[in-house]
Structures are given as structure tokens and as C-alpha cells.
């Protein structure tokens, strides 16, 4: 069974920046898309980044693209988020995934497509 753990989140003001980690077990990470998403109270679950197994595709939704960046090291079962220029409206609970196809679109991303998940970190952006 994949497990998936995030780590890194936390509190930082506008302007600064975060990287979060996604940590698989369970398996390798050869052979899986890792999408992250977030979810900010009262909103669903927004698709932000995804990374193809191999030299597939990358995503990056409009509201993060040029500010995140996403990245995988698959000999350490790990991929990271970079969040740079943080503001507010970013402050959500993310979540990565795992899409056993290993397929990753550049022009959409759904979560349905994911089957294992993380349990969440919270990241604040706040002055």
C-alpha cells in the first residue's frame, strides 16, 4: 500500500517562500505521478502541480504558475513544491497524490485520476 507523507508547511508572510515534501513509502516513486493540490476553508479541492514519471508532462494550474515549482527525486521517494512570492490567498491545507498511471497532463489535471493521498499540512501565509 502507497502512503504518502507532507511535510514542510507552516506559517510565513506575503512575499516569502516554502518548499514542501512529499515523502512515499510503500513503493518506489518510479512508475507514479505526483500531483499536489490544496484546499482553503470553504472551497474544494483546487489542482495546483503534477509530475509525469519519466519524461512526461507538468502541470501547473494558473493560479500558482511562475510562483511554484514542482520536482521529483525518485531515489529519495520524494517530490517538493517550491512555493515562492506567497500570498494570502494561498493559505490552505495541500495535499500531494499519487497516479499510478505515471501519466501527468501539461493542460489539465483531475483529481479523480489520483488513488492514494496524503493526510495534509496546513500552510499560512499571514503578516
Known amino acids: 500500500q502507497l502512503q504518502l507523507v507532507e511535510s514542510g508547511g507552516g506559517l510565513v508572510q506575503p512575499g516569502g517562500s516554502l518548499r514542501l515534501s512529499c515523502t512515499v513509502s510503500g513503493s518506489t516513486l518510479d512508475g507514479y505521478a505526483i500531483g499536489w493540490f490544496r484546499q482553503a476553508p470553504g472551497f474544494g479541492r483546487e489542482a495546483l502541480s503534477c509530475?509525469?514519471?519519466?519524461?512526461?508532462?507538468?502541470y501547473y494550474g494558473h493560479s500558482v504558475k511562475g510562483r511554484f515549482t514542482i520536482s521529483r527525486d525518485n531515489a529519495k521517494n520524494r517530490v517538493y513544491l517550491q512555493m515562492d512570492r506567497l500570498i494570502p490567498e494561498d493559505t490552505a491545507v495541500y495535499y500531494c497524490?499519487?497516479?499510478?498511471?505515471?501519466?501527468?497532463?501539461?493542460?489539465?489535471?483531475?483529481?479523480?485520476?489520483?488513488?492514494?493521498w496524503g493526510q495534509g499540512i496546513q500552510v499560512t501565509v499571514s503578516s
Open positions: 497524490a499519487a497516479d499510478p498511471s505515471g501519466y501527468c497532463s501539461e493542460y489539465a489535471m483531475h483529481e479523480y485520476e489520483y488513488d492514494y
Open positions: 509530475s509525469s514519471s519519466g519524461d512526461g508532462g507538468t
